[in-house]
């Protein structure tokens, strides 16, 4: 049974600290996604990419936020350096397309 | 104007109902729509996808769609417990990745 796995599944670290949450696709899905979501801005798009490359980052905070894809088996989202705003669940999703995303379980970031 | 928009709800029904949930988007342009269910402290599922307007129907669950009106709808017949979540709207405009609405939590009760 195929799934996108995400790590950490926890993290709370203090303002300032780098942050770098993990996240491997399913095998054989060209595109990737990063999410965040709170209860107050609900599920937002961060980051896209297809065939590992970055097709639209226009979401994500550009001064701390970076997404990378080193290899078809990984894509990273770093926070440097982290604030308390960042505080949220953030998910990593693959799929076959931009509509059939199959989402991890994601990663709950907590910053004090 | 949000692009997607839904009632946050809580939808109540009692078990065994018709549960009906709404979304409107902004964007005349979108051509896809989808619905992913998402349980409490879990991640977001894809559950319908409908293309054309009309109903499309899969087992309990049936999703609307009317361009014309930019309106979306999903419902869940012979509602049950585990039915209870929250329910997010995704349009697709074709111009980046899904645009999800706020989601509707939806509450099924015994």
């Known amino acids: 049974d195929a799934r996108v796995t995400q790590t950490p599944r926890h993290k709370v670290t203090e303002m300032g600290q780098e942050v770098t949450m993990r996240c491997q696709p399913i095998?054989?899905?060209?595109?990737v996604f990063w999410y965040r979501q709170t209860m107050m801005q609900g599920l937002e798009l961060l980051a896209y990419f297809r065939n590992r490359a970055p097709l639209d980052d226009s979401g994500m905070p550009k001064d701390r936020f970076s997404a990378e894809m080193p290899d078809a088996t990984l894509a990273t989202l770093k926070i440097q350096p982290s604030e308390p705003r960042d505080s949220a669940v953030y998910f990593c999703a693959s799929g076959p397309n931009s509509y059939e995303q199959y989402f991890g379980p994601g990663t709950r970031l907590t910053v004090t | 104007q949000k692009e997607v928009e839904q009632n946050s709800g809580p939808l109540s029904v009692p078990e065994g109902a018709i549960a009906s949930l709404n979304c409107t988007y902004s964007d005349r342009v979108s051509q896809s729509f989808f619905w992913y269910r998402q349980y409490s402290g879990k991640s977001p599922e894809l559950i319908m996808s409908i293309y054309s307007n009309g109903d499309k129907e899969d087992g309990r669950f049936t999703a609307q769609l009317n361009k014309a009106s930019q309106y979306v709808s999903l419902l869940i017949r012979d509602s049950q417990p585990s039915d209870s979540a929250t329910y997010l709207c995704?349009?697709?405009?074709?111009?980046?990745?899904?645009?999800f609405g706020s989601g509707t939590r939806l509450q099924v009760q015994p």
């Open positions: 995704a349009v697709d405009t074709g111009r980046r990745a899904l645009t």
């Open positions: 095998l054989g899905h060209n595109t």
